[in-house]
């Protein structure tokens, strides 16, 4: 039994846990205000107070103590030489813990842990919206400890004003599900936004661009694809999922251009002749010409020459396309997370609270590991006109399916992602959906009617309750 033992070890081992909380540390010294679970908060709290203790003491060895602890020069300087000056005359007590709320995957208590002496600074702008939130507060009839917060946010640019509209458009959606008893929420202000892949509550003083882990638009498709901002992620998530899995999408699409030799289109290629290995690229004209082009500059000079005296009409040369940097998984994630939020976009939160979407909130979290079902995407041949969000009818294989389309600018793709109902594991129906395209060869799904696709899922009472309804009667 584990009597008298404080540690909380955080499910790791002693090196894991140690290279943790140096890691967190860090963040914590370098952005003096970090987002995470309560537990790993408590025991971060009782690694970095000694170290601030000991940088009150500016020696050699006291900043080598720390290094050995911290393992990053930048934040040894930053706390012996700033930190430890505004701290000076606390005796201790330096952090505090602002607890935010549960995570929705798991219910894990989130919090932030921020230096206090820097809050008070950092807080300086927002002070006043801070005071106008306690005298509104009284007026609340129901007496619950909700913000207020209709004037919070005011809107400076083009980009305040798309990000205030999609808070609204979601915020008002949320409370219309809560009030008509179709999702049991708590909400933490009167005006909530969630964000779809962490599920953390937000009120509109997040739209503060300058607020920590405020909202930030978020494109699906990428904006580069044809998409435009529809919803708002947190920055947290955005670092993590945002532009690092989109840009793999983007970059593979582009390729896909080059590669179908689509006019204006440059590739770089590697051109083999009499064994000997060139650089090159490969360009189509307006007009559908094709060149290949060796520099001098990728080249030999004297192997180049050399290799064109050799270059006959007629003659067959080994070509290749030089790969890009493109990791397959996080192109397959960027497909998931453009079908989630266009599901968001078409749906609110009507569905995406339920258990069952926390898979690809995860996944979209871990790029690294791969949690969500294999085979969830398709290139499905269908006029344009079929981009949508569909329900799969067929017994069994009950799903949902996100159509889109990609642009690159020079070129159209559709595609298609399977994401799980509340009904039956998504595994199994990804299989199953997967063996009848292979053996019908065409696409052999039942989807739910077509007036769905005009339908309001956002504020009408009726197509919600059928649509409830629907997925209730298919347990
Ligand atoms: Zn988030």
Redesign the pocket.
């Known amino acids: 039994m584990r009597h008298n033992n404080k540690i909380n070890h955080l499910g790791r081992t002693h090196s894991h846990r140690e290279a943790l909380l140096s890691n967190m540390a860090v963040s914590l010294i370098q952005h003096k205000r970090i987002l995470t679970t309560l537990a790993k908060a408590k025991e971060l709290r009782k690694y970095v107070e000694p170290l601030i203790t000991k940088s009150k003491e500016d020696t050699t060895h006291s900043r080598r103590v720390v290094f050995k602890k911290l393992r990053d020069k930048y934040a040894v300087t930053e706390l012996f030489n700033d930190i430890s000056q505004k701290i000076g005359n606390r005796l201790g007590g330096y952090t505090r813990i602002i607890k935010i709320g549960n995570r929705l995957g798991d219910n894990a208590s989130i919090c932030f842990i921020e230096l206090v002496d820097y809050n008070e600074l950092m807080l300086k702008g927002p002070k006043q919206a801070m005071a106008k939130t306690r005298r509104s507060r009284k007026k609340t009839e129901t007496g619950l400890e909700r913000e207020l917060n209709s004037t919070d946010f005011v809107p400076q640019n083009t980009n305040d004003k798309k990000r205030l509209s999609i808070f609204e458009k979601y915020a008002t959606n949320l409370m219309f599900l809560k009030e008509n008893g179709f999702i049991n929420i708590e909400m933490k202000y009167d005006k909530t936004y969630i ?1 779809p ?2 599920g ?1 509550q937000f009120s509109e003083k997040s739209l503060d661009q300058t607020s920590e882990n405020s909202l930030t638009l978020e494109d699906a498709p990428p904006k580069s694809l044809g998409g435009s901002a529809n919803v708002l ?2 920055k ?2 955005n670092n993590t999922c945002g532009y690092k899995i989109d840009s793999h999408l983007v970059s593979r699409m582009k390729e896909l251009d080059r590669v179908k030799f689509i006019p204006e289109t440059e590739n770089d290629i590697i051109v083999k002749i009499d064994g000997v290995t060139l650089r090159g690229k490969i360009k189509v004209e307006k007009d559908g010409t094709i060149k290949i082009l060796h520099s001098i500059k990728n080249n030999h000079p004297l192997q180049l020459g050399e290799i064109m005296e050799k270059v006959k009409k007629d003659m067959v040369i080994d070509m290749n396309f030089l790969k890009r940097n493109v990791i397959p998984e996080n192109l397959e994630y960027a497909l998931l997370k453009t079908g989630y939020l266009l599901f968001l976009e078409k749906f609110g939160y009507s569905l995406i609270l339920d258990n069952c979407y926390n898979l690809i909130r995860e996944q979209l979290l871990n790029p690294e590991k791969r949690i969500y079902p294999m085979g969830f995407w398709f290139k499905p041949l269908f006029p344009r006109e079929m981009n949508g969000v569909y329900f799969v009818c067929d017994k069994g294989l009950e799903s949902i399916l996100v159509l889109f389309t990609l642009n690159t600018g020079l070129s159209e793709t559709m595609f298609g992602t399977f994401l799980p109902l509340p009904i039956n594991p998504l595994k199994d129906v990804i299989q199953k959906i997967d063996a009848k395209i292979q053996k019908e060869k065409t696409f052999p799904l039942t989807l739910y009617p077509q007036e769905q696709k005009i339908a309001d899922y956002l504020s009408d009472k009726g197509n919600l309750a059928a649509m409830y309804k629907w997925i209730e009667e298919r347990r």
Do not use: A, P
Request: aromatic content about 0%; some cysteine.
């Open positions: 964000c892949i962490c953390c992620t947190c947290q998530c």
